[in-house]
């Protein structure tokens, strides 16, 4: 194929032995087109078909066992940090040309982890139960990075091979149990009860299960607990009529869990921690209010601890938890391309804002050129904005034809819109026209390095945040791999301020610092 080439070899750092057979992969370095190419017989390698600009050049994953993965130039990594780990070196691709001698070298000392989840109360292997969400989260201290590990499906059992040596934090999860955190692995394994890991912060809870080079942890394993359960039926407020397929979500300070309901409208919630919880109720598709538990219609971001609370004991099952929901409004219409009076694609969506709200409480997306469909909306007055993620470059739009990024304008100047309980309100919608946007860079002071977005962990975040002179938020950028940013819509005209607060815990460097940490400036 046409482009640019990478050539090369690959072998064993020790014994230089050739690899054969091993993937090699070239990876844009905004974490964009990538290309992949086995090595031959010698070792050999070249990747062909690239794209002009610098590429991370990587083995993947099927390098024999007890080596590492490597980054050029023979930067070790592991299976989950190669596009992530510091040291390594871009190459340059341009035009037809081949950029050859890009040789990698493989290194032993590649450490391993494995166990085996059984459940609690007798012993049993947990296999996964098809959804892929029985797994044990390896969570790279030093760098942020995650890796998920499936389980092996008859007998419970979990391994992860190639593991560059340092410390890791481990969590371990599986539908209907509560899941574990590790503390400590000496003298003896312990561990802290941990719904699911976007909810229980191993960075911060989590003991560090140290790695050495070569080593291999063979008996990590978890026992988890089957937890409380909370059970009940869902019926229409009107008909009392059974809902199904409707998602029944109980929300905590510490973890979520849902389930869905039935044919008959049933439902049950597994896998819950003791604490005090709050229940509700969500259909819509079928144009349903999301109910609370006392049949509180609320939906938004903003309904929070709302309802008749539940606390839970260790291992009891609740009943009678039922709910009956209110039959909601709708709002439909189309968002159009300005520059070509096309219904913009899908990167488009309606923000609804309440009278009471600074934020959203309702997002719906565009389907393209059907427009949008909002659904399950509680009878009552809205202002209305239209946003994109788009690099086209749109404003943001209310309705009514004023910018306003984010909803960051003076909503008290839109026009209202009434939504009926049971109606379509048709016809709401915008034409977004094409803005300036922002770009750049953010390195890290003292070494010049790109501070690069890590995958996972506390308050992690590859995210840049623009506010308007009203101190409203108006926009954010993303961070790619090579500390480049640029501003995912356009902004009308007028000062900005960008911050990068939200990367502060988000490099090894050390966050909070008036560079790379928290600095802000004005446009």
Same mark, same amino acid.
């Given at each position: 194929p046409l482009g640019g080439r990478i050539s090369g070899n690959l072998k064993r750092q020790d014994t230089q032995a050739n690899l054969p057979n091993v993937i090699v992969i070239a990876r844009l370095e905004t974490g964009g087109a990538q290309a992949n190419v086995p090595t031959d017989v010698n070792g050999n390698f070249l990747i062909s078909g690239l794209l002009p600009g610098r590429y991370r050049v990587s083995s993947a994953g099927n390098v024999p066992q007890?080596?590492?993965?490597?980054?050029?130039?023979?930067?070790?990594?592991?299976?989950?940090?190669?596009?992530?780990?510091?040291?390594?070196?871009?190459?340059?691709?341009?035009?037809?040309?081949?950029?050859?001698?890009?040789?990698?070298?493989?290194?032993?000392?590649?450490?391993?982890?494995?166990?085996?989840?059984?459940?609690?109360?007798?012993?049993?292997?947990?296999?996964?139960?098809?959804?892929?969400?029985?797994?044990?989260?390896?969570?790279?201290?030093?760098?942020?990075?995650?890796?998920?590990?499936?389980?092996?499906?008859?007998?419970?059992?979990?391994?992860?091979?190639?593991?560059?040596?340092?410390?890791?934090?481990?969590?371990?999860?599986?539908?209907?149990?509560?899941?574990?955190?590790?503390?400590?692995?000496?003298?003896?394994?312990?561990?802290?009860?941990?719904?699911?890991?976007?909810?229980?912060?191993?960075?911060?809870?989590?003991?560090?299960?140290?790695?050495?080079?070569? +080593? %291999?942890?063979?008996?990590?394993?978890?026992?988890?607990? $089957?937890?409380?359960?909370? #059970?009940?039926?869902? *019926?229409? &407020? /009107?008909?009392?009529?059974?809902?199904?397929?409707?998602?029944?979500?109980?929300?905590?300070?510490?973890?979520?869990?849902?389930?869905?309901?039935?044919?008959?409208?049933?439902?049950?919630?597994?896998?819950?921690?003791?604490?005090?919880?709050?229940?509700?109720?969500?259909?819509?598709?079928?144009?349903?209010?999301?109910?609370?538990?006392?049949?509180?219609?609320?939906?938004?971001?903003?309904?929070?601890?709302?309802?008749?609370?539940?606390?839970?004991?260790?291992?009891?099952?609740?009943?009678?938890?039922?709910?009956?929901?209110?039959?909601?409004?709708?709002?439909?219409?189309?968002?159009?391309? +300005? %520059?070509?009076?096309?219904?913009?694609?899908?990167?488009? $969506?309606?923000?609804?804002? #309440?009278?009471?709200? *600074?934020? &959203? /409480?309702?997002?719906?997306?565009?389907?393209g050129l059907s427009g949008y469909v909002a659904t399950g909306l509680p009878a009552g007055a809205y202002k209305a904005v239209f946003a994109s993620e788009s690099v086209l470059g749109w404003v943001d739009t209310a309705f009514g034809g004023l910018p306003c990024p984010r909803g960051g304008c003076d909503l008290a100047l839109l026009p209202t819109i009434a939504v009926s309980s049971g109606s379509t309100t048709a016809g709401i919608g915008a034409t977004l026209l094409r803005g300036p946007r922002v770009s750049g860079r953010i390195v890290e002071a003292l070494s010049g390095e790109p501070i690069r977005p890590l995958a996972f962990g506390s308050g992690l975040s590859n995210l840049l945040a623009f506010n308007n002179n009203l101190s409203n938020y108006a926009g954010f950028a993303r961070v790619t791999l090579s500390g480049h940013y640029q501003s995912r819509t356009g902004l009308p005209p007028g000062p900005y301020f960008l911050s990068t607060f939200l990367l502060r815990n988000n490099t090894t460097f050390g966050g909070g610092s008036s560079t790379g940490g928290g600095a802000s400036g004005k446009w």
């Open positions: 007890g080596l590492l993965q490597v980054v050029y130039p023979n930067v070790p990594c592991g299976d989950n940090d190669c596009d992530t780990v510091p040291g390594s070196t871009l190459v340059t691709v341009s035009g037809t040309a081949t950029t050859s001698g890009i040789n990698l070298a493989a290194s032993a000392g590649a450490a391993s982890i494995a166990g085996v989840i059984s459940n609690a109360e007798n012993g049993t292997p947990i296999v996964d139960d098809g959804s892929f969400r029985s797994l044990v989260y390896l969570i790279s201290e030093d760098r942020g990075t995650f890796l998920q590990i499936p389980l092996t499906q008859a007998t419970g059992e979990y391994q992860a091979p190639r593991l560059r040596p340092g410390n890791y934090r481990v969590v371990a999860v599986a539908p209907g149990f509560i899941g574990k955190v590790v503390l400590s692995t000496a003298p003896t394994v312990t561990t802290r009860d941990c719904v699911d890991p976007l909810f229980c912060d191993a960075l911060d809870i989590g003991g560090a299960v140290t790695l050495a080079p070569g +080593g %291999a942890l063979t008996n990590l394993n978890f026992s988890l607990d $089957r937890g409380a359960t909370v #059970t009940g039926t869902v *019926r229409a &407020a /009107v008909g009392a009529t059974p809902i199904a397929n409707a998602t029944v979500t109980l929300e905590s300070d510490f973890a979520n869990a849902s389930g869905l309901t039935d044919a008959l409208g049933q439902f049950s919630v597994r896998g819950l921690q003791p604490g005090v919880y709050y229940a509700s109720v969500d259909a819509l598709p079928q144009n349903f209010v999301r109910t609370w538990l006392g049949d509180v219609p609320c939906r938004g971001f903003e309904c929070l601890n709302v309802g008749i609370p539940i606390t839970l004991s260790a291992n009891q099952t609740r009943t009678g938890v039922n709910f009956n929901m209110p039959v909601g409004g709708t709002l439909s219409g189309l968002i159009i391309d +300005g %520059a070509s009076g096309l219904p913009a694609p899908r990167q488009t $969506r309606l923000e609804l804002f #309440t009278a009471n709200s *600074r934020t &959203a /409480v309702v997002q719906v997306f565009s389907t």
